[in-house]
C-alpha cells in the first residue's frame, strides 16, 4: 500500500512537473510572441523599449533603441556609463538631473534630448519611463519607451523657424479664408502697416483694407482665383486704406493652400511700395512735362499728337497743330540773361494755358518754341486762337529792373487730316509755315497748305539742307578764285576765293543754288569753317604761290562774326598751317557788320593785329552807310555791283559810285568795284580813281588749282 501510494505520489509529481513545464513552455512562447509583436510595432512607429537596472548599472536597451544610439540592431545590454556618453554634451546634465528625480522623488521621466552617433550625425529622442521600488521604498529599476524624433523636431524647427520669420518679417503678411474671405491672420508688421492694434482685424472682411474707389471686393476675389487656378499666385500693386483713412500703395503676392484648421485660405504678402510709386510718378512726371514751364514736354506733345493721328484711321474727325517760335527772344536773354529769359518763359506758358480750351495741349518743344494740340477743333476755330495767342503775347509787357520788354511770336498752323502723315511729317509742316511766317515780316500767322508756292519754295529749301549736309560730310566742296585787278595798272595781285558744291555725280553746284539755305538754316559757320581751313591749307602747300600774289579774300557770314569759338578757330588754323596772315584779307558784307556791329569791330581788331586785312562787301546798299563806315577798320571798299553795272548809261549809279569812292579814299581805304561786265565800265572806274575792278569784263571764276599750273 505504501508503495503502490508512493509511486502514485511520485506519478502526480511528474505529472506535475510536466504539465507546469507544458504550460510554462507556452506561457514563454506566448511571452515571446508577444514581446516579437511589441518590438514589431514599435519598430514600425520608430519606438523601442528600455530597462536601466540601478542596482548593477546595466541598461537593457530593445533593438530599436541599439539602433537610435548608433550601436548594432539586436537587443543588448551596456552600461549606464555607456549611454551617458552618447548623449549630446549640452544635453547631458539635464538628462542626469531628469534621471536623478526619477530615481529619488519617484518623478515621471520625461525628456528630448540629443545623441551624438560615432559617425558625428545627431539625432533626437524622446524618452518616457517610471521608476520601481523594491519592498523597503528603495528605487531598484527604471522602465520605459524610446522614440526617434528627429524628422519630427526638423519640421517643428522649420515651423519654428518660419513662424518667427513671418512673426519678425518687415512686409506684411496674412491669411484669409476664401469661404467667406475674412481675415484669420495677421502678422506684426501688417497690423501696423494698417494701422491696427494686435488681433483687431481677425474676423473681419478683407473689404476693410479696399482702397475706396477700387475695383469691388467680389471682382478682386474673382481676379484673385481666376489667377491662382492658372498660375498658382496673383500678383499686383493695389491701393489700400488704412485704419485712419489715409491711402497707400503696396505690392501684393497671393498664393493658396489647404489649412488644418480654417480650410482654402489666401497666404498674402504685402510690400508697402507707396515711395517707390511716389518717385515713379515724379519720374513720369518729368518725362512728361518740361521742368521750367510745366508745360508738355516734346517727347509727351509727340506721344499725345501719335495717338490722335491713329485714331483718325478708325473715327474721322478736325483737329489742329500750332507752332510757335519767340521773336526777339533772344535780345531778353543776351540783354539781361537766362535767368530773365527763363522767367518770361515761365510767364509766357501761364498766358498760353489761359488762353487756349482746357482739352488743347500746350508743350515747350524746346528753346523759346511752343506746339499746341488743339483736338476737335477745326481750322477756322484753330485761326481764331491763334490769332487771340498773337495778340495776348504781343501785348505781352515783360517787367524787370525797371524796364519794360515787348517779344512778339511767329506761330505755323496745320491741320491735322488722315492723311498728314505721322508726327515728324505734321510737326515740319507746321514748322515750315512757321518760319515763312518769319520770312513775311513776323509777329503773324501762317496756315500750311501743300500746294502753298512760297511753302513748296521753302521746303526746297530744306532738301538743300540734307544736301548741304551730305556734302560737309563727304568733302564734296572745292574752291574756285577770281582775279581782282588793278586799275591802276600796278603790279598788285590777288584774288577772291570762291566756294563751289560737287553734287553726288561730281558736279558743280554754284553757289546761289546753296548759300541761300546755308545762310537760313545755320549751316554757314561750318562753310565758312571749310573754306577758311582749305584756302589756307592750299596757300601752305603752293608757298612759290603765296609769295608771288599780295594776298586773297576769303567771305565770312554775318554768324561766323559774332562766334567767338569760331575766331579761336582761325588763330588755330593759322597757327597749324604756318601761312603769313598778310596773305589772308576777309571779306564781310556791310549788313552782317551792322547787323553785328560791336561784335564785328572786335572780330575785325582781333585779326588785324596778327596782320589780316579787311574788304567791306557790297557796300551802298545798306542804310546809313557812310554813318557806319567810318566805325569799321577796314582797308577796302568793295562797292556793291548794283551801283557798278549800269554805270555808264544811269547817272545816279555813276554818282553813287563816285561818292562811295571819295569816301574811302578819304578814309584812306582802297576800293574795289564789283561787277565789271566790260571795258566801258572799266574806263568810267579808272576816270573816277576806283583802284580795283572784278568781273567777267576782267577775269571769271576758275579753280583754285588752275592758279598754279
Given at each position: 500500500?505504501?508503495?503502490?501510494?508512493?509511486?502514485?505520489?511520485?506519478?502526480?509529481?511528474?505529472?506535475?512537473?510536466?504539465?507546469?513545464?507544458?504550460?510554462?513552455?507556452?506561457?514563454?512562447?506566448?511571452?515571446?510572441?508577444?514581446?516579437?509583436?511589441?518590438?514589431?510595432?514599435?519598430?514600425?512607429?520608430?519606438?523601442?523599449?528600455?530597462?536601466?537596472?540601478?542596482?548593477?548599472?546595466?541598461?537593457?536597451?530593445?533593438?530599436?533603441?541599439?539602433?537610435?544610439?548608433?550601436?548594432?540592431?539586436?537587443?543588448?545590454?551596456?552600461?549606464?556609463?555607456?549611454?551617458?556618453?552618447?548623449?549630446?554634451?549640452?544635453?547631458?546634465?539635464?538628462?542626469?538631473?531628469?534621471?536623478?528625480?526619477?530615481?529619488?522623488?519617484?518623478?515621471?521621466?520625461?525628456?528630448?534630448?540629443?545623441?551624438?552617433?560615432?559617425?558625428?550625425?545627431?539625432?533626437?529622442?524622446?524618452?518616457?519611463?517610471?521608476?520601481?521600488?523594491?519592498?523597503?521604498?528603495?528605487?531598484?529599476?527604471?522602465?520605459?519607451?524610446?522614440?526617434?524624433?528627429?524628422?519630427?523636431?526638423?519640421?517643428?524647427?522649420?515651423?519654428?523657424?518660419?513662424s518667427q520669420i513671418v512673426t519678425n518679417m518687415e512686409e506684411g503678411a496674412n491669411l484669409v479664408r476664401v469661404s467667406d474671405q475674412t481675415l484669420v491672420y495677421a502678422n506684426p508688421a501688417f497690423e501696423e502697416m494698417f494701422g491696427y492694434e494686435q488681433d483687431e482685424m481677425l474676423g473681419k472682411h478683407i473689404s476693410i483694407i479696399n482702397?475706396?474707389?477700387?475695383?469691388?471686393?467680389?471682382?478682386?476675389?474673382?481676379?484673385?482665383?481666376?489667377?491662382?487656378?492658372?498660375?498658382?499666385?496673383?500678383?499686383?500693386?493695389?491701393?489700400?486704406?488704412?485704419?485712419?483713412?489715409?491711402?497707400?500703395?503696396?505690392?501684393?503676392?497671393?498664393?493658396?493652400?489647404?489649412?488644418?484648421?480654417?480650410?482654402?485660405?489666401?497666404?498674402?504678402?504685402?510690400?508697402?511700395?507707396?515711395?517707390?510709386?511716389?518717385?515713379?510718378?515724379?519720374?513720369?512726371?518729368?518725362?512728361?512735362?518740361?521742368?521750367?514751364?510745366?508745360?508738355?514736354?516734346?517727347?509727351?506733345?509727340?506721344?499725345?499728337?501719335?495717338?490722335?493721328?491713329?485714331?483718325?484711321?478708325?473715327?474721322?474727325?478736325?483737329?489742329?497743330?500750332?507752332?510757335?517760335?519767340?521773336?526777339?527772344?533772344?535780345?531778353?536773354?543776351?540783354?539781361?540773361?537766362?535767368?530773365?529769359?527763363?522767367?518770361?518763359?515761365?510767364?509766357?506758358?501761364?498766358?498760353?494755358?489761359?488762353?487756349?480750351?482746357?482739352?488743347?495741349?500746350?508743350?515747350?518743344?524746346?528753346?523759346?518754341?511752343?506746339?499746341?494740340?488743339?483736338?476737335?477743333?477745326?481750322?477756322?476755330?484753330?485761326?481764331?486762337?491763334?490769332?487771340?495767342?498773337?495778340?495776348?503775347?504781343?501785348?505781352?509787357?515783360?517787367?524787370?529792373?525797371?524796364?519794360?520788354?515787348?517779344?512778339?511770336?511767329?506761330?505755323?498752323?496745320?491741320?491735322?487730316?488722315?492723311?498728314?502723315?505721322?508726327?515728324?511729317?505734321?510737326?515740319?509742316?507746321?514748322?515750315?509755315?512757321?518760319?515763312?511766317?518769319?520770312?513775311?515780316?513776323?509777329?503773324?500767322?501762317?496756315?500750311?497748305?501743300?500746294?502753298?508756292?512760297?511753302?513748296?519754295?521753302?521746303?526746297?529749301?530744306?532738301?538743300?539742307?540734307?544736301?548741304?549736309?551730305?556734302?560737309?560730310?563727304?568733302?564734296?566742296?572745292?574752291?574756285?578764285?577770281?582775279?581782282?585787278?588793278?586799275?591802276?595798272?600796278?603790279?598788285?595781285?590777288?584774288?577772291?576765293?570762291?566756294?563751289?558744291?560737287?553734287?553726288?555725280?561730281?558736279?558743280?553746284?554754284?553757289?546761289?543754288?546753296?548759300?541761300?539755305?546755308?545762310?537760313?538754316?545755320?549751316?554757314?559757320?561750318?562753310?565758312?569753317?571749310?573754306?577758311?581751313?582749305?584756302?589756307?591749307?592750299?596757300?601752305?602747300?603752293?608757298?612759290?604761290?603765296?609769295?608771288?600774289?599780295?594776298?586773297?579774300?576769303?567771305?565770312?557770314?554775318?554768324?561766323?562774326?559774332?562766334?567767338?569759338?569760331?575766331?579761336?578757330?582761325?588763330?588755330?588754323?593759322?597757327?597749324?598751317?604756318?601761312?603769313?596772315?598778310?596773305?589772308?584779307?576777309?571779306?564781310?558784307?556791310?549788313?552782317?557788320?551792322?547787323?553785328?556791329?560791336?561784335?564785328?569791330?572786335?572780330?575785325?581788331?582781333?585779326?588785324?593785329?596778327?596782320?589780316?586785312?579787311?574788304?567791306?562787301?557790297?557796300?551802298?546798299?545798306?542804310?546809313?552807310?557812310?554813318?557806319?563806315?567810318?566805325?569799321?577798320?577796314?582797308?577796302?571798299?568793295?562797292?556793291?555791283?548794283?551801283?557798278?553795272?549800269?554805270?555808264?548809261?544811269?547817272?545816279?549809279?555813276?554818282?553813287?559810285?563816285?561818292?562811295?569812292?571819295?569816301?574811302?579814299?578819304?578814309?584812306?581805304?582802297?576800293?574795289?568795284?564789283?561787277?565789271?561786265?566790260?571795258?566801258?565800265?572799266?574806263?568810267?572806274?579808272?576816270?573816277?580813281?576806283?583802284?580795283?575792278?572784278?568781273?567777267?569784263?576782267?577775269?571769271?571764276?576758275?579753280?583754285?588749282?588752275?592758279?598754279?599750273?
Amino acid at each position: 500500500m505504501l508503495v503502490a501510494t508512493g509511486f502514485f505520489v511520485i506519478g502526480l509529481a511528474a505529472l506535475i512537473v510536466f504539465w507546469r513545464y507544458h504550460i510554462l513552455n507556452k506561457l514563454n512562447k506566448r511571452l515571446l510572441e508577444n514581446v516579437e509583436r511589441f518590438e514589431i510595432s514599435y519598430k514600425f512607429s520608430n519606438s523601442g523599449i528600455w530597462e536601466y537596472n540601478i542596482r548593477d548599472g546595466e541598461l537593457y536597451w530593445s533593438r530599436m533603441i541599439s539602433k537610435m544610439f548608433g550601436g548594432p540592431e539586436g537587443n543588448i545590454t551596456t552600461s549606464y556609463e555607456s549611454f551617458v556618453s552618447a548623449i549630446h554634451p549640452d544635453d547631458q546634465q539635464f538628462v542626469l538631473d531628469a534621471i536623478d528625480s526619477c530615481i529619488e522623488d519617484g518623478e515621471e521621466y520625461n525628456v528630448t534630448y540629443r545623441v551624438v552617433w560615432p559617425d558625428g550625425t545627431i539625432r533626437w529622442l524622446a524618452v518616457w519611463g517610471y521608476s520601481s521600488r523594491d519592498s523597503h521604498g528603495a528605487a531598484d529599476r527604471m522602465v520605459g519607451v524610446v522614440q526617434d524624433v528627429s524628422e519630427r523636431k526638423e519640421i517643428e524647427d522649420n515651423l519654428l523657424t518660419q513662424s518667427q520669420i513671418v512673426t519678425n518679417m518687415e512686409e506684411g503678411a496674412n491669411l484669409v479664408r476664401v469661404s467667406d474671405q475674412t481675415l484669420v491672420y495677421a502678422n506684426p508688421a501688417f497690423e501696423e502697416m494698417f494701422g491696427y492694434e494686435q488681433d483687431e482685424m481677425l474676423g473681419k472682411h478683407i473689404s476693410i483694407i479696399n482702397a475706396p474707389g477700387e475695383v469691388s471686393p467680389e471682382n478682386v476675389a474673382t481676379d484673385i482665383i481666376s489667377q491662382l487656378e492658372a498660375k498658382g499666385v496673383w500678383r499686383g500693386e493695389v491701393q489700400h486704406i488704412k485704419k485712419d483713412g489715409s491711402l497707400f500703395w503696396s505690392s501684393v503676392t497671393v498664393s493658396t493652400f489647404e489649412h488644418n484648421v480654417y480650410g482654402r485660405v489666401w497666404v498674402s504678402v504685402h510690400a508697402d511700395i507707396s515711395e517707390r510709386k511716389l518717385m515713379l510718378e515724379k519720374l513720369s512726371y518729368q518725362a512728361s512735362h518740361d521742368p521750367l514751364t510745366g508745360l508738355i514736354s516734346r517727347y509727351e506733345f509727340e506721344k499725345r499728337t501719335t495717338r490722335l493721328l491713329s485714331s483718325l484711321t478708325k473715327q474721322p474727325a478736325e483737329h489742329a497743330m500750332c507752332f510757335l517760335d519767340l521773336d526777339q527772344f533772344k535780345v531778353i536773354n543776351d540783354t539781361c540773361g537766362h535767368t530773365a529769359g527763363d522767367e518770361l518763359l515761365r510767364q509766357l506758358g501761364r498766358l498760353l494755358v489761359d488762353i487756349v480750351r482746357k482739352r488743347d495741349t500746350i508743350a515747350r518743344l524746346g528753346g523759346d518754341e511752343f506746339g499746341i494740340l488743339m483736338e476737335h477743333c477745326t481750322l477756322d476755330q484753330a485761326s481764331i486762337i491763334a490769332n487771340d495767342i498773337l495778340e495776348a503775347i504781343l501785348e505781352h509787357q515783360f517787367f524787370l529792373d525797371g524796364k519794360t520788354f515787348r517779344i512778339g511770336v511767329s506761330i505755323g498752323l496745320v491741320e491735322i487730316t488722315q492723311t498728314s502723315g505721322n508726327f515728324t511729317d505734321l510737326l515740319r509742316q507746321a514748322d515750315a509755315a512757321c518760319y515763312l511766317a518769319k520770312d513775311l515780316g513776323r509777329n503773324r500767322i501762317h496756315t500750311f497748305h501743300l500746294d502753298d508756292a512760297e511753302l513748296a519754295g521753302r521746303h526746297g529749301e530744306m532738301q538743300w539742307v540734307a544736301r548741304i549736309s551730305d556734302a560737309l560730310d563727304e568733302d564734296r566742296f572745292c574752291l574756285f578764285a577770281q582775279a581782282i585787278v588793278s586799275l591802276d595798272n600796278d603790279s598788285h595781285r590777288h584774288y577772291e576765293i570762291l566756294v563751289r558744291m560737287l553734287d553726288e555725280d561730281g558736279r558743280i553746284v554754284p553757289p546761289g543754288a546753296f548759300l541761300p539755305a546755308a545762310e537760313k538754316y545755320n549751316l554757314i559757320e561750318k562753310l565758312d569753317a571749310w573754306v577758311v581751313t582749305n584756302a589756307c591749307e592750299f596757300l601752305a602747300q603752293n608757298a612759290a604761290f603765296a609769295e608771288e600774289i599780295d594776298f586773297v579774300s576769303i567771305n565770312l557770314s554775318g554768324r561766323s562774326l559774332t562766334n567767338e569759338k569760331f575766331l579761336e578757330s582761325i588763330f588755330h588754323i593759322f597757327k597749324q598751317t604756318g601761312i603769313s596772315t598778310q596773305k589772308v584779307c576777309f571779306e564781310i558784307t556791310e549788313t552782317a557788320a551792322v547787323s553785328n556791329m560791336h561784335s564785328a569791330i572786335k572780330f575785325i581788331k582781333s585779326l588785324k593785329e596778327i596782320g589780316c586785312q579787311f574788304a567791306l562787301d557790297d557796300f551802298g546798299s545798306g542804310i546809313s552807310s557812310f554813318g557806319y563806315l567810318k566805325k569799321l577798320p577796314v582797308d577796302f571798299l568793295k562797292i556793291d555791283g548794283m551801283f557798278v553795272k549800269d554805270i555808264v548809261e544811269d547817272p545816279i549809279d555813276y554818282a553813287m559810285v563816285k561818292s562811295i569812292n571819295e569816301v574811302g579814299q578819304l578814309m584812306e581805304m582802297k576800293t574795289i568795284a564789283e561787277f565789271v561786265e566790260n571795258d566801258e565800265i572799266k574806263i568810267k572806274l579808272k576816270t573816277l580813281g576806283v583802284n580795283y575792278g572784278q568781273g567777267y569784263g576782267l577775269g571769271k571764276p576758275m579753280p583754285l588749282e588752275d592758279l598754279i599750273l
